[in-house]
């Protein structure tokens, strides 16, 4: 959702799996499908990209749409290339299944819980889940599952919490 630290949690996560761990926002953080594509053509193998907000170009709905299908073959180079990609998108249930089952290694699922007694500051944010590739796979496969945008506990799956700051 909204506000649960997705961003801050992938700029942690681009920032450690990144061989220099060091981002440049200019290079490796995109927000368009063009900024994607420039950072996998112009950076040395090892590094990684944050795709922020990344709804546009991998929805499923728009799976024939040129932007995506572009996007699916960049996917394709980025690993020829050895860089990591980060992808950050409010559903994961959205994307395309060529990336969500097939272009990926792991799923993180962030969100925040509600602490009703804490009356200035209810909000919880720093809350994750990890899912390997069989856990996500199950997630995206399973139409019930996906249709009502669970994130279920699965064998394959541990939860965690993340600091709230930016790398």
């Known amino acids: 959702k909204e506000g649960s630290g997705k961003s801050v949690h992938a700029l942690q996560v681009a920032y450690f799996l990144d061989v220099d761990r060091h981002l440049d926002p200019e290079k490796q953080v995109c927000f368009t499908p063009k900024q994607v594509k420039e950072a996998i053509n112009s ?94 796979k199950h997630i995206y496969c399973n139409k019930a599952i996906r249709m009502m945008y669970k994130h279920p506990r699965h064998k394959d799956s541990f939860e965690y919490r993340f600091p709230h700051h930016y790398c």
Request: proline share 3%.
């Open 43 to 136: 950076l040395k193998p090892g590094k990684a990209i944050l795709y922020d907000e990344a709804k546009r170009g991998l929805n499923r709905r728009r799976s024939t749409e040129n932007v995506n299908i572009e996007l699916t073959e960049l996917f394709a180079e980025c690993r020829q290339n050895n860089l990591f990609l980060v992808v950050v998108l409010p559903a994961f249930h959205d994307l395309d299944m060529n990336v969500a089952v097939h272009r990926t290694r792991a799923l993180i699922h962030v969100y925040y819980k509600w602490d009703t007694s804490n009356k200035e500051r209810p909000l919880v944010r720093g809350f994750a889940r990890f899912y390997n590739e069989e856990a996500k």
